[in-house]
């Protein structure tokens, strides 16, 4: 049974930091892309970062500067450090792993809430 769990959502002030943590299991993590995606009430559901095994990283134009993704292939993890947080940045966090060759098998998180306020 595949599953991802994320953890490290919170309240946060603005300015304020937060890291989100997503361990997979039950595949082979470095066959995956994975990603961060995160949800405002109202909001489409947008990809916040997304990192190969390769190394390659995309993140979100609103995002780049203050977020970072890594992962860890030997232990099945990826994190995202969130720094310099803006209310905007409120939203609900998912991980999600993306198959590299087959995109159909994928797989996410439930999901963290992020709030950013004073």
């Known amino acids: 049974q595949v599953q991802l769990v994320e953890s490290g959502g919170g309240l946060v002030q603005p300015g304020g930091s937060l890291r989100l943590s997503c361990v997979a299991s039950?595949?082979?993590?470095?066959?995956?892309?994975v990603g961060w995606y995160r949800q405002a009430p109202g909001n489409q559901r947008e990809l916040v970062a997304a990192?190969?095994?390769?190394?390659?990283?995309n993140y979100a134009d609103s995002v780049k500067g203050r977020f970072t993704i890594s992962r860890d292939n030997a232990k099945n993890t990826a994190s995202l450090q969130m720094n310099s947080l803006k209310p905007e940045d409120t939203a609900v966090y998912s991980c999600?792993?993306?198959?590299?060759?087959?995109?159909?098998?994928?797989?996410w998180g439930q999901g963290t809430q992020v709030t950013v306020s004073s």
């Open positions: 990192m190969r095994s390769s190394g390659s990283i």
């Open positions: 999600v792993a993306i198959h590299t060759i087959s995109t159909s098998r994928n797989y």
């Open positions: 039950g595949i082979i993590f470095r066959d995956y892309v």
